[in-house]
């Protein structure tokens, strides 16, 4: 079975551009996550999403950042203008939300590098 | 906010020693969560906790989760090059899932 899908693997990009990050959860997954991974700041939780439904985005940045979850296959991360400290791997992760438990299965994340 | 804090950053072995990680928090967790990173890859999950004190094993990993469900650990027995990585814990109290800063384990042959 395929895995949580992202793209792309790799983006190189220049300050004050814009970047769109995508993701493909694996089929029947209800919960979708959204992480940020850095050296400095280890792995944290942008946002989270319910059946499509954004439930919270406290570790949303800043108005740069943005996702969308217009359905249950499909979701996206949005930067823009894009800064050289946003440098960092993304990571979707999906799970079947079963109360406050339930395993996490990642993407193999999108390396995006802001110059 | 929940946090979940985890010792030591790094640790270096000699193959063959045991190692083992830490996970604490101030507050009671409902579950933890263990997941290992390899060097360029993703998180992949090891396994999940939820009742106090339980203990479990998978080969040479054993999980413990606290008493007091404050506190976690993850100890390996003779560690291989294989275990090379970062051993993340990670708890859901409220539905998000928050990863604590990880440990990063290297093994010497």
């Known amino acids: 079975d395929a895995g949580v899908i992202q793209s792309p693997r790799h983006e190189v990009t220049e300050m004050g551009q814009e970047v769109t990050l995508r993701c493909k959860p694996i089929?029947?997954?209800?919960?979708l996550f959204w992480y940020r991974q850095t050296m400095m700041r280890g792995l944290e939780l942008l946002i989270y999403?319910?059946?499509?439904?954004?439930?919270?985005d406290s570790g949303m940045p800043e108005d740069r950042f943005s996702a969308k979850m217009p359905n249950a296959s499909f979701s996206t991360l949005k930067i823009q203008p894009s800064e050289p400290r946003d440098s960092a791997v993304y990571f979707c992760?999906?799970?079947?939300?079963?109360?406050?438990?339930?395993?996490?299965?990642f993407g193999e994340g999108s390396r995006l590098t802001v110059l | 906010g929940q946090q979940v804090m985890q010792i030591p950053q790094y640790q270096h072995v000699q193959e063959g020693e045991d190692f083992t990680t830490y996970c604490n928090s101030s507050?009671?967790?409902?579950?933890i969560q263990w997941y290992k990173q390899r060097p360029g890859g993703h998180p992949v999950f090891l396994i999940q906790?939820?009742?106090?004190?339980e203990v479990k094993k998978q080969k040479r990993l054993t999980f413990q989760f606290g008493e007091a469900k404050k506190n976690s650990s993850l100890h390996i027995t003779a560690t291989q090059t294989t275990d090379v990585g970062t051993y993340f814990c990670?708890?859901?109290?409220?539905?998000?899932?928050?990863f604590g800063q990880g440990t990063t384990l290297q093994v010497k042959p």
């Open positions: 992760a999906s799970r079947i939300a079963t109360g406050r438990t339930g395993e996490l299965f």
């Open positions: 089929s029947g997954h209800n919960s």
């Open positions: 999403f319910n059946n499509n439904v954004p439930i919270d």
């Open positions: 507050t009671t967790l409902s579950n």
């Open positions: 906790l939820v009742k106090s004190g």
């Open positions: 990670a708890s859901s109290n409220t539905g998000k899932l928050i």
